[in-house]
C-alpha cells in the first residue's frame, strides 16, 4: 500500500508564530539593486514555520521573485522570511493580496497588519504604502538622491546631482512640454 506525503501548510498553521508585521526595505536586495527590488520581511517564530512560509511566497505569489529565511535565529525563537519583489506601482497591491492571505495560515486579518518603514510604525494600507515607499525605481534614485545631499548639507559639503536623467527621456519630457 503506497500512501502520499502531505506536508506544506495547512489552515491556521501559523496561528501563534507571526508578529502582525511587515518590515520593508531593511535589508537589501540579493536578487538585483535596491532601486528596482523592495525587499518585505516577516518575523516567524519557528524554523520549520519559515522554511514552509518561503515556500508558500514561492509558489504561490508570480510577484516574488525570491523568498528566503535568515540562516539562524536573530533572537531567540526569531528567524526573518524574506521577500523580494519588483519596485512598482502595484507592489502595495500585492502586499495587500498576501497580507489578507495571510488570514487562512494565522490569527491576523489582512486589515490589522503594521508596516515599519525607516524606523517608524503604520498602519499597513495600500496608500500609506504607496505614499511612503518609492514605487518605481527612478523615485527610489530621486528620494536617495535629496536623503544624501541633505546629509551633505548639514554636513557642509556641496550638494551634487547623482540622478542623471538619460538624454531620450529629457527629449521627450521636453517635447511634452514636462521641462
Not at 500512501?3 to 496561528?15: A, C, P
Request: aromatic share 10%; no cysteine; hydrophobic share 35%.
Amino acid at each position: 500500500m503506497r500512501r502520499h506525503l502531505s506536508e506544506g501548510m495547512k489552515y491556521k498553521d501559523l496561528v501563534g508564530m507571526m508578529k502582525p508585521t511587515i518590515h520593508i526595505d531593511e535589508f537589501a536586495s540579493k536578487m538585483g539593486d535596491d532601486d528596482e527590488i523592495v525587499v518585505a520581511s516577516f518575523f516567524v517564530r519557528d524554523p520549520q514555520a519559515a522554511k514552509d512560509l518561503v515556500n508558500w511566497f514561492e509558489k504561490g505569489y508570480d510577484s516574488v521573485l525570491d523568498a528566503d529565511m535568515s540562516p539562524g535565529e536573530i533572537k531567540p525563537n526569531r528567524y526573518l522570511v524574506y521577500v523580494e519583489m519588483k519596485r512598482r506601482s502595484n507592489t502595495a497591491e500585492k502586499l495587500q493580496e498576501m497580507l489578507d492571505d495571510f488570514h487562512t495560515l494565522t490569527e491576523h486579518e489582512g486589515s490589522g497588519w503594521t508596516m515599519h518603514y525607516r524606523d517608524e510604525d503604520y498602519p499597513f494600507s495600500v496608500e500609506t504604502f504607496n505614499r511612503l515607499v518609492p514605487t518605481s525605481p527612478a523615485e527610489y534614485r530621486k528620494r536617495q538622491e535629496k536623503d544624501l545631499n541633505e546629509m551633505r548639507h548639514a554636513s557642509g559639503i556641496p550638494v551634487k546631482q547623482i540622478y542623471k536623467r538619460e538624454r531620450d527621456i529629457k527629449s521627450l519630457q521636453s517635447a511634452a512640454g514636462l521641462l
